[in-house]
T-cell receptor, first 114, second 113 residues
Framework: NAGVTQTPKFQVLKTGQSMTLQCAQD?????MSWYRQDPGMGLRLIHY???????DQGEVPNGYNVSRSTTEDFPLRLLSAAPSQTSVYFC?????????????FGNGTRLTVT | SQKIEQNSEALNIQEGKTATLTCNYT??????LQWYRQDPGRGPVFLLL?????KEKRKERLKVTFDTTLKQSLFHITASQPADSATYLC????????????FGTGTLLAVQP
């Protein structure tokens, strides 16, 4: 099993450009989420999904869109990149919710916005 | 709002010693707490989960305690090895049936040979 796969690994954008960060999992997990990790701050939840067709906002959703058309894929879209979105982005999945479902993380996308 | 604190200073210990990492939280009563390991350039990897009604959980050389009165969890690695060097993150459940987690900033552990 590949687990959680994120692409690309690195990306440089200019302010105002748009892009999509890809995330795919092959574990048939219902729950998927996007976090960003910045120096001196813990992982912060951007958006999450509890199943295909269902998404909701996390702690820091502004400037990001998501959709969940299939169980496997959960792309994160930056509509108009800003320098404040420079970060490392992690996608995670779990079988369900609660204390029997730890998160499985991808290896991240390092995004720089100039 | 919920707040999680982990020691931001790196913890340096000698190989063979026990490493103890601390996670304190405020303004919350989590149903469970999780510990993850993160290596440079990689995503976090789940290690252990402990529930609010459990005092202690063990897995091989790892031990986690959970004191809901002190609002603190301790993470121990016994007989530490250089390969244990990494950043360790604690995370609290964010409530609700959504698996939202609130993460601490992590503590970097360096085990010297």
């Amino acid at each position: 099993n590949a687990g959680v796969t994120q692409t690309p690994k690195f990306q440089v954008l200019k302010t105002g450009q748009s892009m999509t960060l890809q995330c795919a999992q092959d574990m048939n997990h219902e729950y998927m989420s996007w976090y960003r990790q910045d120096p001196g701050m813990g992982l912060r939840l951007i958006h999450y999904s509890v199943g295909a067709g269902i998404t909701d906002q996390g702690e820091v959703p502004n400037g990001y869109n998501v959709s969940r058309s299939t169980t496997e894929d959960f792309p994160l879209r930056l509509l108009s990149a800003a320098p404040s979105q420079t970060s490392v982005y992690f996608c995670a999945s779990s079988y369900g919710a609660g204390d029997n479902s730890p998160l499985h993380f991808g290896n991240g996308t390092r995004l720089t916005v100039t | 709002s919920q707040k999680i604190e982990q020691n931001s200073e790196a913890l340096n210990i000698q190989e063979g010693k026990t490493a103890t990492l601390t996670c304190n939280y405020t303004n919350y009563s989590p149903a469970y707490l999780q510990w993850y390991r993160q290596d440079p350039g990689r995503g976090p990897v789940f290690l252990l989960l402990i529930r609010e009604n459990e005092k202690e959980k063990r897995k091989e050389r790892l031990k986690v305690t959970f004191d809901t009165t002190l609002k603190q969890s301790l993470f121990h690695i016994t007989a530490s090895q250089p390969a244990d060097s990494a950043t360790y993150l604690c995370a609290l459940d964010g409530g609700g049936a959504t698996n939202k987690l609130i993460f601490g900033t992590g503590t970097l552990l360096a085990v010297q040979p």
